[in-house]
């Protein structure tokens, strides 16, 4: 009897859109575990959600707020870094998930034939439960310190979709190399810490000079950041350029990484 075997197409693929979709209910399942592993036999359950940036904000407030005198733009410390904590922890909590997606689905990828992208984006999608549960908290500490939006709160939809973007495309280029090279999975708390103070989490972008911002805002998450405080703590003029900029690399990131993972996709089961 002969023997079927299935094995991903070589050299550079585009994306099969059509298979993706084929496998939405893998791709809800994935997501929906994700997120009950997370929180099963947990006291506190979807609490956990809000305790990582909370304390972040409480320590943050403290050392930099207090101690460091960081200026916040005319706003409370506490909601001045709250408002860079909510889009930050997706940010690095989705970016850490989805690097370690393929690595620890390794039995699937040898043994069941599905679109491997499904792994990192359902790691992203599920951090958007954390997400929306800290925003609402968020909205909590606007409404206790009597701060209220202005109208760049519409423009928060394209600040979402920029993270997003931001976190998929970083995702599948770390998750492709991580299969390969175990250090990058090591490497990567480290690594987001790095990352947090390269963006406006704990200090204002306004702090940089003026000459090195343009390269400043190519991290996504600058623009981000400050487009959050600025729809909601009206710390400052919407920065468009800061957005748009991010925008372009966030948009590069998703092209290049989809691209990236796709011409590694054959040997993921082999080396994972």
């Known amino acids: 009897m002969s023997k079927l075997v299935i094995e991903p197409e070589t050299g550079l693929q585009r994306i099969d859109w059509k298979e993706l979709y084929r496998y939405r209910d893998m791709f809800r399942f994935l997501t929906l575990r994700t997120i009950k592993a997370r929180y099963a036999q947990s006291v506190i359950g979807v609490g956990w959600a809000v305790v990582q940036p909370v304390f972040s904000m409480i320590v943050f407030s403290i050392v930099f ?22 889009p930050w922890t997706f940010f690095s909590n989705a970016l850490t998930e989805s690097t370690s997606s393929l690595v620890s689905q390794a039995t699937m990828l040898s043994k069941v034939h599905f679109p491997r992208l499904i792994l990192p984006l359902s790691a992203v999608a599920a951090k958007l439960l954390d997400f929306g549960i800290a925003l609402l908290v968020l909205f909590a500490l606007m409404a206790y310190y009597g701060v209220a939006p202005n109208a760049g709160v519409f423009a928060l939809p394209l600040l979402i979709a920029i993270m997003i973007a931001a976190a998929t495309g970083a995702g599948m280029w ?5 299969v390969q090279y175990r250090d990058v999975s090591y490497a990567m708390g480290f690594f987001v810490q790095l990352l947090m103070y390269a963006a406006p989490v704990v200090y204002p972008a306004s702090l940089i000079p003026e ?3 343009i390269f400043y805002a190519m991290n996504p998450m600058v623009g981000v950041i400050e487009g959050f ?19 372009v690399t966030s948009v590069l990131l998703l092209i290049s990484g989809a691209l990236y993972f796709r011409s590694k996709e054959r040997t993921f089961a082999d080396v994972a």
Request: avoid cysteine; aromatic fraction near 10%.
């Open 65 to 86: 707020g207090r101690l460091a005198k960081v200026s916040s733009d005319g706003a409370p410390y506490a909601l001045f870094s709250f408002a860079a904590l909510v």
């Open 229 to 247: 405080r600025s729809a909601l703590l009206g710390t400052r003029d919407m920065p468009w350029s800061m957005i748009s900029t991010g925008a």
């Open 211 to 213: 000459r090195f911002q």
């Open 174 to 178: 770390l998750t492709s190399l991580a």
